[in-house]
């Protein structure tokens, strides 16, 4: 599932100032500009204290969508330590996985700081990329990444039908198929 997909802005959107992990960075400002979003990479952006070192505790929400059987983990806030909000993931995901979920959506701020390196540790950990999802949060976008909990290959029956749609099929089952090896 592609969230970018489903996203059609009311007014003009304005600039992000974005921090995805490197292994991302291609495809994420590749969405942005099918959908015509102003971004500004990290790398680009002026010097400044990184927003979530001065923002104190994470904010994050979970919970189980049965009639989808499918778990959602929001981090809104990543607050001063990653590897807290890494661990509550690993937690959950856990949790969602003994519920038999078929697949958990992980929303991480993605306008904060520590994003890039929360996404890299649930890469390790077997979460793949399934889009952007601007405005997901009060003020701030969403990079998403997924967890699939099922057999046989999720992708045997997905149809797409535009050229933005097939680039994200093509790089979310590119990187589906290397975990899988």
């Given at each position: 599932?592609?969230?970018?997909?489903?996203?059609?802005?009311?007014?003009?959107?304005?600039?992000?100032?974005?921090?995805?992990?490197?292994?991302?960075?291609?495809?994420?400002?590749?969405?942005?500009q099918?959908?015509?979003?102003?971004?500004?990479?990290?790398?680009?952006?002026?010097?400044?204290?990184?927003?979530?070192?001065?923002?104190?505790?994470?904010?994050?929400?979970?919970?189980?969508?049965?009639?989808?059987?499918v778990?959602?983990?929001?981090?809104?806030?990543?607050?001063?330590?990653?590897?807290?909000?890494?661990?509550?993931?690993?937690?959950?995901?856990?949790?969602?996985?003994?519920?038999?979920?078929?697949?958990?959506?992980?929303f991480?701020?993605?306008?904060?700081?520590?994003?890039?390196?929360?996404?890299?540790?649930?890469?390790?950990?077997?979460?793949?990329?399934?889009?952007?999802?601007?405005?997901?949060?009060?003020?701030?976008?969403?990079?998403?990444?997924?967890?699939?909990?099922?057999?046989?290959?999720?992708f045997?029956?997905?149809?797409?039908?535009?050229?933005?749609?097939?680039?994200?099929?093509?790089?979310?089952?590119?990187?589906?198929?290397?975990?899988?090896?």
């Open positions: 599932m592609s969230l970018m997909l489903q996203w059609l802005p009311l007014t003009p959107p304005r600039q992000r100032v974005i921090h995805p992990p490197q292994r991302y960075a291609d495809i994420v400002a590749t969405l942005y099918q959908a015509e979003i102003p971004i500004c990479p990290a790398a680009a952006a002026p010097p400044r204290l990184p927003p979530s070192l001065a923002e104190g505790s994470p904010l994050l929400h979970s919970s189980h969508i049965p009639d989808l059987n778990g959602v983990l929001e981090v809104e806030n990543l607050g001063n330590d990653p590897t807290t909000v890494s661990n509550w993931i690993f937690h959950w995901t856990r949790n969602l996985c003994r519920d038999k979920a078929d697949t958990i959506y992980l991480l701020n993605i306008e904060q700081y520590e994003c890039a390196k929360v996404a890299d540790a649930c890469a390790e950990r077997g979460y793949i990329f399934a889009g952007v999802s601007p405005d997901a949060f009060p003020g701030a976008d969403a990079l998403v990444m997924q967890y699939i909990n099922v057999s046989g290959d999720p045997a029956r997905l149809e797409v039908f535009t050229d933005t749609a097939r680039l994200l099929r093509d790089f979310i089952r590119e990187e589906w198929t290397a975990l899988e090896r």
